[in-house]
């Protein structure tokens, strides 16, 4: 499909193993689609956030936040200024979830323990 999107690469910390990175950037997309709503006013549905480890315009790791219509309708356009405040809430949220290794709520069921902690760091580096 054509459409339209924004994009938010960053560097890649050499700490973490390629497998680390894509499981932190999914739970981190997991999370941060649950606020782009209350950003932009649309629906869940209306928006998707994939990322890429290895972006091919770039080769940096990188987060899509994609209009799911076709020709795009201008969502996306709009978090283009919103990452920073974007990433904060998430952040806030993650971190303030009660559970102890990542929920339906926060950044989906994981079955890595560490993952949690992992998601912070990503989104700390990303402010
Ligand atoms: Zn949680």
Redesign the pocket.
């Known amino acids: 499909m054509h459409t339209n999107a924004t994009w938010l690469s960053f560097t890649r910390s050499d700490k973490w193993t390629e497998e680390q990175l894509t499981e932190a950037m999914v739970a981190a997309s997991y999370a941060m689609n649950a606020f782009i709503p209350l950003f932009i006013r649309c629906d869940a549905q209306d928006m998707a956030v994939v990322p890429q480890v290895k972006a091919t315009h770039n080769d940096l790791p990188t987060f899509f936040v994609y209009d799911r219509y076709p020709g795009g309708i201008g969502l996306s356009e709009r978090v283009y200024d919103l990452w920073e405040p974007l990433i904060q809430r998430t952040l806030e949220h993650v971190a303030q979830?009660p559970?102890d290794s990542?929920?339906p709520?926060?950044?989906g069921a994981q079955h890595d323990a560490d993952q949690k902690v992992r998601v912070r760091t990503l989104l700390q580096q990303l402010q």
């Open positions: 979830c559970c990542g929920c709520a926060c950044i």
